[in-house]
Structure formats: structure tokens, C-alpha cells
């Protein structure tokens, strides 16, 4: 059996902060179709994500995503992973973000059937294990609009 080698992971996250993450820029990208997060600060107290939108969110979408994540921790969905060749995989994937010496082989991490993404940081075993998620403010600006959550006990 082949040994697989991916690039070091140099940050240490929050599990739960990070799978958040991942269930947010999910949603965010399939709902209004602007890809993931352009920028991102994710720590344990309290994180944001950015995204490039022509129009700002509504506080009524905002309310929405912050609503649809809760239900998804609630489920309480397995956490997974999978390796895969870049090259098998790089259809689904954006690969323009990868660093220039990523290894060949990439962990896709899935979160239920909400969310898979390319990634090397820790994440939960279950959604259950998040915690209460909430959009706690958000700005829109110049076509940027970034949210900032927080995870409550």
C-alpha cells in the first residue's frame, strides 16, 4: 500500500470553530453561488469569513443560514475524511488555492451532505459537538461582505 504524505499543517484550530467554518462557507457558496470564503480568520472566540457579493445579505438570509447551520449541528452528521489524487479530483475542487508544493495526494473533508472542501486542519467527529452557532454581526462594503460567528455552549 502506497504511503501517504500531505503537506504539514502549520495552525493548530478549534475543532469546533473549524467545522463551523466549513458547514458556513458551504452553505454560503451553494446558496448565493459566489464560491467560499476569499478570506478567512477562524479562532476560537470568534471568526469571519469574507465574500465577494454585488449585493449585501438581507438580515432575513443572514437569520436563514444562521437557522439551517443550527439544524445541521443538531442532526448531529458524521465528519469524515478522504484522500484522493489532485488530479482525480480536481474538477470538484478549486485547486488554484492549494499551495505551490502541495503534495499530490489532498484530504477532502466532508461534513454530512452539507459540505466538502480540501483541507488539512482538525474538525469534530459529529456537528453535535459544535455547540450552539451564531451570527453574532455582519458588514457589507465595496462588494465584500464578511460575517463574523461565534460558537455559544
Not at 470568534?46 to 439544524?71: F, H, V, W
Not at 442532526?75 to 485547486?95: G, I, L, Y
Request: proline share 3%; with cysteine.
Amino acid at each position: 500500500m502506497e504511503e501517504i504524505e500531505l503537506n504539514a499543517h502549520n495552525k493548530e484550530e478549534y475543532p469546533p470553530m473549524h467545522t463551523a467554518e466549513h458547514l458556513l462557507n458551504g452553505l454560503v457558496a451553494k446558496r448565493f453561488g459566489c464560491g467560499r470564503a476569499f478570506s478567512s480568520h477562524v479562532e476560537r472566540k470568534k471568526s469571519k469569513l469574507d465574500y465577494r457579493l454585488a449585493q449585501p445579505m438581507t438580515d432575513a438570509e443572514i437569520r436563514q443560514l444562521e437557522e439551517d447551520i443550527n439544524k445541521i449541528i443538531a442532526e448531529d452528521v458524521p465528519v469524515w475524511t478522504e484522500m484522493a489524487r489532485k488530479e482525480d479530483v480536481a474538477a470538484r475542487f478549486d485547486m488554484e488555492r492549494l499551495p505551490d508544493d502541495a503534495s499530490e495526494t489532498v484530504r477532502i473533508v466532508h461534513v454530512g451532505d452539507y459540505d466538502e472542501c480540501l483541507c488539512v486542519g482538525t474538525h469534530v467527529a459529529h456537528t453535535a459537538e459544535i455547540g450552539r452557532f451564531r451570527i453574532s454581526s455582519s458588514r457589507w462594503q465595496d462588494g465584500v461582505q464578511r460575517l463574523v460567528f461565534r460558537l455559544d455552549k
